[in-house]
């Protein structure tokens, strides 16, 4: 089993100073003020303001001045992320210390976690060595002033001992306060923690930093003598708050204020000669700028910014979508209790007339598994069970499945499944294969295999990690499920294709979730392997349309179309190519041959195949 790499991403915050000046201001050379980031499954993890992720080599600090190979980890991405959601609370923005508890300290612990290495010691060993120089005594308050007291210094000296140096200059002050700001701020896709949507620039070092870090930004100069300034201030931080998405973890638009009194290098750079001043900027480019204090106008450039940055999806502008919208984004399961009693009883007859004999641990496990079923709180010894499902599925005829799949689908639904199945799914994907590996699978064995598939759906990560994602990981049983998915619905019987209909549509909700997430966060993807792909996509579409063209039952077109809905809506204009599919195939002639032969008949599915025609005409006529 090959692992995953795990890098340390190393970066200069001093941008090359360190080296040049470090000699001359410590007596000792320092290469660098190191940041440290932890880059795998395609994330590039870090610490300042809170735990932060980017694509690696996309933040503010550009590309890495090294890259470390820290050995591989073994554990899937869905485990890493949860172990660094439980760290959150530990490395917050509030404990961050340049010194003490920094992007350093994160990187060496989550290294420790994933492969049982810490990062180089000339990395972690800088904050005392610098500290142990008489340049790093002399400048050692102004840092505790900004971060507290440090664990580095010893309590007894509150002060730098004699002769510690001269105090710094304002030059070596602003450079602390750069490298510092560089320590800590945000990158432009954060993954949870984010900094106030509001910030003060007291340099224009800091200044670019914002204006690069995000899409949108609108920067205030302001100065202490001018009364529209405090008028007007009130009014900008409302507005700037108001445009953030509260329950967002994304940053849509930054508002920034500049004292021109005191960061004079930014006012100078960017021609302030009065105030209110305000300049607005998208991807790091000035997309607007005016004078003065009106409000309507700083409404209107912002409004028009924001458009810009974030333009609505085509589908957004469709205002007859109420069916489509109202379409529920939850999955479809099958985790009601049948009627126990009779289902165990039916195992235990089947288990008579093929001559299976149970152990004692088998016997156990099983009465264990109907306490269970009938009280979803009693727990269950997954280890005991998976072994004993893989031993009746090599003895028990196909035929003779269905009540002991009827028990694995109910249980399979509860939380200790998921987690037991987390760590290894072949089991889900041996069941899975079972209802089209062989010919003329009975229909009872089916009905609850796809039951099984459907209920895969009430547990977000195993599914979107394993079965519906992209990720290498998921190439077999993606696979496996969307066979079962394709032959099931052309079955000729009509309670398997409902069955069927089903599962497709929620595989197409994981897409509308990931999409609606998308929309919310400006395309960034938290905690979520990618689901996005257009070839699974048009391969499940193809089989819907394939059964919509010669199904008579309403109930089924119904989820048919749920599901094809789903597909559409928000689908990305550029790549997927539903639609394109969907005409070809001639989905319009289809729907109203239905509606001609009274097979849709009721309002809620003819108003929803209208919706679905609607998208299918804006999709196209966008390519």
């Known amino acids: 089993m090959s692992g995953e790499?795990?890098?340390?991403?190393?970066?200069?915050?001093?941008?090359?100073?360190?080296?040049?000046?470090?000699?001359?201001?410590?007596?000792?050379?320092?290469?660098?003020?190191?940041?440290?980031?932890?880059?795998?499954?395609?994330?590039?993890?870090?610490?300042?303001?809170?735990?932060?992720?980017?694509?690696?080599?996309?933040t503010h600090l550009g590309p890495p001045l090294e890259v470390i190979d820290m050995g591989e980890t073994y554990l899937p991405e869905e485990v890493v992320v949860e172990y660094i959601d439980s760290q959150r609370n530990v490395f917050t923005a509030e404990k961050y210390h340049l010194l003490d508890f920094n992007c350093n300290t994160f990187s060496s612990s989550l290294c420790q976690f994933l492969t049982g290495r810490n990062i180089p010691q000339h990395i972690s060993d800088l904050p005392a060595d610098f500290l142990n120089t008489p340049f790093g005594q002399s400048i050692r308050p102004m840092i505790e002033g900004m971060f507290g007291q440090s664990r580095l210094a010893p309590p007894q000296e509150q002060q730098p001992p004699t002769g510690a140096g001269a105090a710094p200059t304002l030059a070596q002050q602003n450079m602390l306060r750069d490298i510092s700001s560089a320590a800590l701020s945000?990158?432009?896709?954060?993954?949870?923690?984010?900094?106030?949507?509001?910030?003060?620039?007291?340099?224009?070092?800091?200044?670019?930093?914002?204006?690069?870090?995000?899409?949108?930004?609108?920067?205030?100069?302001?100065?202490?003598?001018?009364?529209?300034?405090?008028?007007?201030k009130p009014d900008f931080e409302r507005l700037v708050q108001d445009k953030n998405n509260s329950s967002s973890t994304k940053i849509k638009l930054m508002g920034v204020t500049v004292d021109t009194g005191i960061a004079f290098d930014a006012a100078q750079n960017f021609g302030i000669r009065a105030t209110p001043t305000f300049m607005l900027f998208h991807n790091g480019d000035k997309f607007s700028e005016f004078r003065g204090a009106s409000y309507a106008e700083l409404e209107s450039s912002v409004n028009l910014l924001l458009f810009t940055a974030y333009p609505p999806h085509p589908h957004r502008k469709i205002h007859q979508l109420r069916s489509v919208l109202d379409l529920p984004n939850k999955p479809v399961l099958y985790n009601t209790p049948g009627k126990v009693e009779m289902i165990y009883n039916k195992l235990e007859s089947f288990l008579d007339q093929d001559g299976i004999e149970l152990s004692e641990q088998d016997r156990n496990i099983l009465e264990?598994?109907?306490?269970?079923?009938?009280?979803?709180?009693?727990?269950v010894d997954m280890g005991q069970w998976s072994s004993f499902i893989d031993t009746m599925l090599d003895k028990l005829p196909l035929d003779h499945q269905f009540p002991l799949l009827d028990i694995f689908r109910t249980l399979f639904a509860t939380k200790i499944a998921s987690e037991h199945y987390l760590k290894n799914c072949s089991q889900l994907v041996r069941i899975i294969e079972n209802g089209y590996k062989q010919e003329n699978v009975p229909k009872a064995t089916l009905l609850m295999t796809l039951r099984v598939a459907c209920n895969l759906f009430a547990h977000n990560i195993l599914v979107t990690t394993y079965f519906t994602s992209t990720l290498p990981a998921a190439t077999e049983s993606r696979a496996s499920l969307t066979q079962l998915l394709v032959s099931s619905l052309l079955s000729n019987d009509s309670q398997v294709r409902q069955t069927a209909a089903s599962l497709a549509f929620n595989?197409?909700?994981?897409?509308?979730?990931?999409r609606l997430k998308k929309e919310k966060e400006d395309g960034y993807l938290e905690g979520m392997a990618e689901q996005e792909d257009d070839d699974w996509q048009i391969e499940i579409i193809s089989a819907i349309m394939d059964d919509l063209s010669k199904e008579s039952d309403e109930e089924v077109i119904h989820r048919l179309l749920a599901a094809i809905g789903k597909f559409l809506f928000l689908a990305p204009t550029q790549s997927s190519s539903i639609a394109d599919l969907l005409s070809a195939?001639?989905?319009?002639?289809?729907?109203?041959?239905?509606?001609?032969?009274?097979?849709?008949?009721?309002?809620?599915?003819?108003?929803?195949?209208?919706?679905?025609?609607?998208?299918?005409?804006?999709?196209?006529?966008?390519?």
């Open 5 to 58: 790499l795990v890098k340390l991403y190393v970066y200069d915050l001093s941008n090359g100073l360190a080296r040049q000046m470090s000699m001359s201001l410590t007596g000792r050379q320092i290469d660098g003020i190191w940041h440290t980031a932890v880059v795998l499954y395609g994330h590039e993890f870090y610490y300042g303001q809170g735990i932060l992720s980017s694509p690696p080599g996309t």
């Open 368 to 379: 264990q598994s109907k306490k269970a079923v009938l009280n979803s709180s009693i727990p």
């Open 585 to 623: 195939l001639e989905i319009k002639d289809t729907l109203d041959a239905k509606k001609a032969d009274k097979i849709i008949t009721t309002s809620k599915v003819s108003s929803l195949a209208r919706e679905v025609l609607l998208l299918v005409e804006s999709s196209v006529s966008l390519a």
């Open 186 to 232: 945000a990158a432009p896709q954060p993954a949870g923690n984010q900094p106030s949507p509001l910030q003060t620039a007291h340099n224009l070092s800091q200044l670019r930093q914002w204006i690069q870090s995000y899409k949108a930004v609108v920067v205030f100069f302001t100065s202490a003598t001018c009364p529209p300034c405090r008028t007007i």
């Open 507 to 514: 595989c197409s909700t994981v897409v509308a979730d990931e």
